[in-house]
Nanobody
């Protein structure tokens, strides 16, 4: 199993970024996936989940309406579209597979910095 994130970078407040998580070793459409972030000096924070097999998505309140989680099953890739970014969104973002006992496979993380 391998999860590889990309798409992070430096963006001004109000800007947008799209994170990608390329997955190998399992089929995305049959699995639950998550985005988790860690801001500087803080703990891990769950951001969003997608359950493609039942068509459900979930978001932490602070990103609801600004972030969108999705998958491209043909590419076996998970995405996080982030719009209207704020300084408090600055963090390392991780994609993670949700197994039977929690988040069991993680990517290496991609840095998102929101600053003017």
């Amino acid at each position: 199993v391998q999860l590889v994130e990309s798409g992070g970078g430096l963006v001004q407040p109000g800007g947008s970024l799209r994170l990608s998580c390329a997955v190998s070793g399992f089929t995305l459409s049959n699995n639950a996936m998550n985005w988790v972030r860690q801001a500087p000096g803080k703990g891990l924070e769950w951001v969003s989940s997608i359950y493609s097999y039942i068509g459900r998505t979930y978001y932490v309140d602070s990103v609801e309406g600004r972030f969108t989680i999705s998958t491209d099953n043909a590419k076996n890739t998970l995405y996080l579209q982030m719009n209207n970014l704020k300084s408090e969104d600055t963090a390392v973002y991780y994609c993670a597979h949700e197994g039977g006992v929690g988040l069991d496979y993680w990517g290496q993380g991609t840095q998102v910095t929101v600053s003017s």
